[in-house]
């Protein structure tokens, strides 16, 4: 068995696709993230997000999402923009702009998959984005694809954070990539930066004081005594990552399904403020900003107006 050629023609192939870059690690316990798992659990830092409690196991044991799985291949896909929307409106987070990433990336997962088996043979695994009960920060950052910076997102010296994470496990054996070390260095621009307080300590984020948090997550009335903090951020927030040093590298993606609906771009606030169903349906309709639902998204709009 070649794993060095099955490595390579797997990282050429994803290169082909358009993701940023693969990297490989084994698919074995995650022994290092158990107790820190366990610990953010233990202080309630995942909110009402209660989906975080489940499958504790199998978040940190890949074995048990695919049997018989020997590598995770982590993928990274830029979504960073060439044009972000304009200063007088309430903002989106930038991986919100175009469409879904979920469908995507799901797709160039599926091809990849296809082509190990037409390439390789019978190759059995599972495609995953960000759906299902697996680290994928702790499996990129095992697989050499970058550090987790103190705002716990995952970076890389070349192009920042401003990418998805993906990753297909699978049972074939390749050759492992190893860690990168960390280069945030005595830099607290993030956590400074932070108008919620949500990033506790380096390296630690409260996901229950997270702007992101309570515009998508939070299903019920955001609390009054964040109010005037989230800076109009209407759904998620790229205030952590807006900051980072290492974001001045970051360039534009080449994925024609990011781009933007152009009225995502040149809404004003007084838009926003009006906007109606249809308008939303029409301006989101393949959009992952469908996840706060129109009614979570004026929830979001009367609380930063009012």
């Known amino acids: ?20 870059s693969c990297g490989i690690s084994k698919a074995e316990f995650l022994e290092d993230e158990a107790p820190r798992l366990e610990r ?22 890949p074995t048990l999402l695919v049997e018989g799985s020997k590598s995770v291949v982590s993928l990274l896909l830029n979504y960073f923009p060439s044009e972000t929307q304009n200063e007088d409106s309430y903002k989106l987070s930038k991986y919100a702009y175009g469409t879904d990433y979920h ?43 970058g550090w987790i910076g103190k705002h716990s997102n995952l970076l890389t010296q070349q192009v920042g954070s401003f990418y998805f994470i993906a990753e297909l ?12 070390t960390d280069h945030c260095g005595t830099c607290t621009a993030c956590i400074d930066a932070c108008p919620t307080d949500a990033i506790t300590e380096p390296y630690v984020v409260d996901g229950s004081k ?27 927030c790229d205030i952590c990552q807006d900051v980072c040093p290492w974001n001045r590298f970051s360039k ?12 995502v771009l040149n809404m004003s606030k007084k838009d926003w403020v009006e906007i109606t169903e249809d308008t939303f349906k029409k301006v989101f309709k393949n959009s992952a900003v469908k996840r706060t639902k129109y009614k979570g998204l004026k929830r979001n709009i009367k609380f930063l107006k009012d």
């Open 40 to 61: 953010w659990l233990e202080k309630n830092m995942h909110g009402e997000m209660r989906y975080m409690e489940n499958h504790f196991d199998k978040r940190l044991d």
């Open 252 to 263: 534009p993606h080449s994925e024609p399904l990011f781009n933007p609906h152009p009225e």
């Open 1 to 20: 068995m070649n794993t060095a050629k099955h490595t390579q023609l797997i990282k050429a192939e994803a290169k082909r696709l358009g993701f940023l």
């Open 210 to 236: 997270c702007i992101s948090y309570f515009t998508i997550e939070l299903k019920e009335n955001i609390p009054t005594e964040f109010k005037g903090q989230f800076n109009d951020w209407m759904f998620g």
């Open 169 to 180: 496990i699978i049972d074939l054996e390749l050759d492992c990539d190893t860690p990168v």
């Open 103 to 145: 469908f995507v990336i799901k797709d160039k997962l599926k091809s990849l998959l296809h082509f190990i088996q037409d390439e390789i043979g019978e190759v059995h695994g599972r495609a995953f984005v960000d759906s299902a009960p697996v680290l994928d920060k702790a499996w990129a950052a095992k697989s050499g694809l």
